[in-house]
């Protein structure tokens, strides 16, 4: 099997445990803050997602949200979002994901995303094209920001960061976009603008749990991704994250207007 087969075979086995637990009374607990949250799926999804990558590939470093299993000197790391969107999880709304990605020297190789609820496994491999479902994807042909769905997410804290958020929503509605969503997973979102359900979206400091996969399928599927100043992402450091179709990107970096 290839780098991305267990890409997708992992994604897909954490998909069976949030199959397993969603809308079933868990215990949730919480991490850095009452609305930072965590369940026994969000685990179970990222220990099983491990035990395939290390059945396959026992001598390469992971990088998993809720624990890095494995550290050493190889250079090859799969970063690991077991349950993006648990707080939609823990809530019983259907909006959350498994995101597996593999990250050699600094580039996205490969990556694949699944959404249980929808059977629906995004994947994508370096210079091979974006897939959902075995159906080749692209962005979406939006040349301007009134052509433009947008998606957004909220930061974890609700300090000066969020009261940026709701400013950069109120600037993008006065470029009299067609709207803007706020879904609560950032790796669907991606998703979304991978396979041309959105035309760009934008959040503030996401880690590389959050972004890696989705970033490899938006830039296969045709389109852009950046941080706030248009400049290249570090997969392994938290970032803003500004993905687009390409064509609206430098008018979303002016409307946000971190230059």
Known sequence: MNYLDIAKM???KAGTVHKKYFNKDLKIRTKSASYDLLTVADTQAESTAVRVIRKYFPGHNILGEEASYVRTD???????DPLDGTSNFASGLPIFCASVALVNKGVVAAGAIYDVTRDELFYAERG????LNGKA???NRAASLKQALLITGFYY?????????????ERFQHERIRGIRRLGAAALDLCY????????????ELSPWDFCAGKLLVEEAGGRITDQFGSRLNPYKKSFIVASNKKIHSSMLKVLNYR
Do not use: D, N, P, Q
Request: hydrophobic share 50%.
């Open 74 to 80: 190889s250079e090859y790391t799969w970063v690991i």
């Open 137 to 139: 994807i692209h962005v």
């Open 128 to 131: 091979k094209g974006a897939f």
């Open 193 to 204: 603008v991978a396979c041309g359900r959105a035309a760009g979206f934008w959040e503030f």
């Open 10 to 12: 992992a994604a897909r």
């Open 157 to 169: 804290s609700r300090g000066t960061e969020m009261v940026r958020t709701l400013k950069e929503i």
